[in-house]
């Protein structure tokens, strides 16, 4: 498995819907076009919330893994 190098982790880990992506889109916010973000998160709903704001909002979604629990996702901001 290749590795991605990411300019920002943000680990909204315990914390439910809504509050990771209204983190995630502060976040996106406020980085340069074409930095990577690494999102941690333990709320399975970020796996339905996060691809559906990618599209929503045009920021490619890179990866996403999950693994006990814990889900993590790789966006590019442009």
Known sequence: MNKIEHQYLLDTSGLY????????????????????LLLVATDPATTRDVPKF?????????????????????????
């Open 17 to 36: 819907c809504p509050e990771p992506i209204m983190l995630l889109h502060t976040k996106l916010n406020e980085m340069k076009q074409g930095e990577v």
């Open 54 to 78: 990618s599209q929503f909002l045009k920021h490619p979604l890179i990866k996403q893994e999950e693994d006990q629990q814990q889900y993590r996702y790789w966006l590019q901001k442009v």
